[in-house]
């Protein structure tokens, strides 16, 4: 590589002090970087045509500006701007991910699930930014307080697929009284399918007879949810 593809490609380390993200951080907290500069951190360096924090404003602005949109990006989508190659591509997804858990597990504080917009609270950051849907559901004790969460099924675009027996085999092993489903669809449109009904009717009619509540279903989309309970179907 020539001396002018090294001053090209210059790492955050050898940019001006003023311009480092990293001290800048260090100084005055991290509160004051932008979404870029976050970025910039973690991918440490950008293209010979743009440096880290023009890369990842362009990223960024390609997401609408939205970290949401942005955590939707697989890592072949980040592999398509130039300068993000696999390693980096995988750093921004496994700090989405962090991010992501960290929401989830704050929410765990709050026991228990007193409405659906608590527990929508609770379960949209492991369903809300998914390409593909996957069905989930919330273990509860008699005062439904939150037990554990299991993932059940994972499907395609457009439908995905839960095993009754499996439902029951971990609602059992976890001594749960209630259980509460959820499940995405990554279209945002947050209208039940005939199928979804029918299998909320399949798991209500087996609950029965285990003893274990179905208490809600929901459906998350975009930012928003539909709740079976608050619809009365449920």
């Known amino acids: 590589m020539s001396q002018e593809d090294n001053i090209d490609k210059l790492s955050i380390k050898n940019w001006s002090e003023k311009d480092q993200p990293r001290e800048k951080l260090m100084k005055l907290g991290r509160q004051v970087l932008s979404d870029a500069e976050l970025l910039a951190i973690l991918i440490g360096s950008g293209s ?6 023009e890369l990842c404003k362009r990223i960024l602005h390609q997401s609408d500006n939205n970290i949401n949109q942005l955590a939707k ?19 921004i997804i496994a700090a989405l991910e962090i991010g992501r858990r ?25 369903l809300e930014d998914l390409p593909h849907e996957e069905f ?14 299991q993932l059940i099924g994972r499907g395609g675009i457009s439908e995905t697929t839960a095993d009754i027996k499996l439902i029951f085999k971990k609602s059992i092993e976890s001594l749960a009284s ?4 959820a499940h995405n669809h990554p279209s945002g449109n947050l209208k039940p399918s005939q199928s979804d009904i029918n299998l909320t ?12 509540k179905v208490l ?17 179907i449920i």
Do not use: C, Q
């Open 136 to 149: 989930w559901i919330v273990l509860l004790s008699r005062a439904n307080k939150i037990i554990d969460k």
């Open 216 to 232: 809600d279903h929901l459906i998350i989309g975009d930012g928003n949810y539909y709740s079976f309970a608050d619809e009365g």
């Open 73 to 91: 990006l697989s890592v072949n989508d980040l592999m398509k701007f130039k300068g993000i190659g696999e390693a980096k591509a995988i750093s």
């Open 201 to 212: 009717n399949k798991i209500i009619e087996a609950s029965k007879l285990m003893d274990i």
């Open 178 to 181: 209630g259980i509460i489903l």
């Open 102 to 126: 960290r929401k989830s597990e704050a929410v765990i504080v709050k026991t228990s699930i007193t409405s659906s917009t608590h527990l929508y609270e609770y379960i949209k950051p492991v």
């Open 48 to 53: 010979r045509s743009e440096s880290a924090i």
